[in-house]
């Protein structure tokens, strides 16, 4: 044998030594195919199988209620506009009310003057009959305005306590 057989024995020697070190090192490192469980496996693919469904579940259920709560306060800005608009026409209609009584407080107290005085002006009659039927018809919208106004603010309360579920359903 020459001298480079003998090296290339010795390496394949040292190469051969390496290897079967190197294939207990892996025998140690993986466990046996006996220790593993099969049926732990399974029930731990189960396991996981049934949080991921519940996870779905809760993430539906998330995007339900923000829906329900995108609605709720839509709703509830369409009724505060709506309360907004009744109260702006009940103010509107007691300011007519309040000017057709101070119309017809003077055109009152001019009429008295004028029969203290002994003079019947049919001019002054009528403008106290026209200041009067102009308060009367503004009181009645002030009245119908108040009205839409409560009606406005109840409608939401109502239309709630006919919808929400009784107590032991939620």
Sequence with gaps: MSDSEARLDALQG???????????????????AAQVDMA????LKQALEDERLANA?????IATLKAREESAAAEAGAVLEEQKAAMARLDQDLQRVRA???QLRASNQALRKANAEGIGEADLVNRSM???LEALRAAHAADRSEAEAIVAALAPLVANGAGAPAEGER
Excluded: C, F, S, Y
């Excluded at 732990?40 to 029930?43: G, I, L, T, W």
């Excluded at 579940?57 to 259920?61: D, G, I, N, S």
């Design 14 to 32: 040292r190469l051969t030594a390496a290897l079967e070190r190197i294939g207990r090192g892996v025998e140690a490192l993986d466990p046996p």
């Design 40 to 43: 732990e496996v399974e029930a």
């Design 57 to 61: 579940q809760l993430q539906e259920r």
């Design 100 to 102: 057709a009584n101070d």
């Design 130 to 132: 026209m200041a009067e």
